[in-house]
């Protein structure tokens, strides 16, 4: 058996040199080597904003969509969408784990692949079902974890839809636990979505009663069920992409204070000055929208003479997972709505 980069480099067609998230090929070939494991898929959780851009792409036609998708893996040897360049994640189970694998994993466990779908080697023999609602595909296929792959084992206490949709997202309410301290005004720019709600609730257990959190809802549908959960303390419906509406929104909500804390949730491009704009000098801008431009952060910033500290969405922080699902055990107004909408 061949042995195997920790880090999947060895699964790098072209260019030579990278890693297999920036690669623009991988091997997909499913013979494993000595440290990688083996799954059959189940269902494929597409990055939101990946999944919005092949759908309107398609115009909406299922069978488009199945096309497209099959033609990224077909041409990339993974799931990573040539416009947006995210993928999203998986579920499925262990089928066979190589000798050399540093881990707990074994034959027959139900994981999920907390690492994107824009690294994962990946094969599709058969698209089963699409579920545009909530970005999810089923398939028959199989994918390849690297040994760096972090998952986290399917929870017995909850269907497997419901942890899929939530572990999606896990980086961005394990990174609002980090950011948000007591007292804290936040905004939560997407608040109604599936990141959006389970930040609404971390940012309001965090700020305390000192502090104050604002929803911002991209409809009016997404706003009010938000509102319904109860977690924010105001909530308002804009687009996010009208930067100076929002901005005096927020001066009007924080008496012209502008918040400390930055959440954008968003699967839309041009969300950028929205969300700096409405955060003070010295506070932070979290995006954890995959849709965000660097170069329009950074340079819209320096143009409005703005000293915010501004995060990339990393999907991953220590605990994340488990950080995550604890949220849907902790709320039951939370679990309710994500069972609803998600599983």
Known sequence: MKKGCPYGTHRVISPKGVLPQPADVID???????????????????????????????????????????????????????VTGSGGMLIGTVKEVGPAYKGDLKAGDKIATLVSLSLTPLVID??????????????????ILFQSGI?????????EGLALSALDVAGAPAQVAKLVKPGDTVLVIGGGG???????????????????VICMGHSEKSTNRARNLGFADEYFAASATDAVDTYN???????????????????????????????????????????????????????????????????????????????????????????????
């Open 249 to 343: 929104k927020i001066m009007e909500l924080t008496d012209g204070q502008l918040c400390d804390i930055v959440i954008n949730c968003v699967n839309i491009e041009n969300t950028e000055m929205a969300s700096i704009l409405a955060c003070k000098d010295g506070g932070t801008v979290y995006f954890f929208s995959m849709a965000t431009s660097f170069t329009k952060a950074a340079l819209g910033a320096e143009g409005v003479g703005k000293d915010v500290n501004m995060i990339v969405g990393n999907g991953y922080t220590k605990g994340h997972a488990d950080i995550t699902l604890q949220l849907l055990r902790e709320s039951d107004k939370l679990r309710e709505v994500f069972t609803e909408l998600y599983s």
């Open 194 to 212: 599936k990141s959006g709600m389970l930040c609404l609730y971390e940012a309001k257990k965090r700020a305390g009663v000192t502090g104050k």
């Open 28 to 82: 997909n070939t499913m013979e494993i080597y000595d440290n990688e494991v083996l799954i059959d898929v189940q269902t494929l959780n597409v990055d939101s904003a990946s999944f919005t851009q092949i759908e309107e792409q398609a115009k909406g036609d299922l069978d488009e969509i199945k096309k497209i998708m099959k033609g990224i893996v077909a041409k990339a040897g993974k799931h990573k969408n040539p």
């Open 126 to 143: 058969e698209i089963f079902e699409i579920r545009p609602d909530i970005d999810q595909v089923d398939i028959k296929g199989q994918a």
């Open 151 to 159: 998952y986290a084992k399917i929870p017995e206490d909850m269907p």
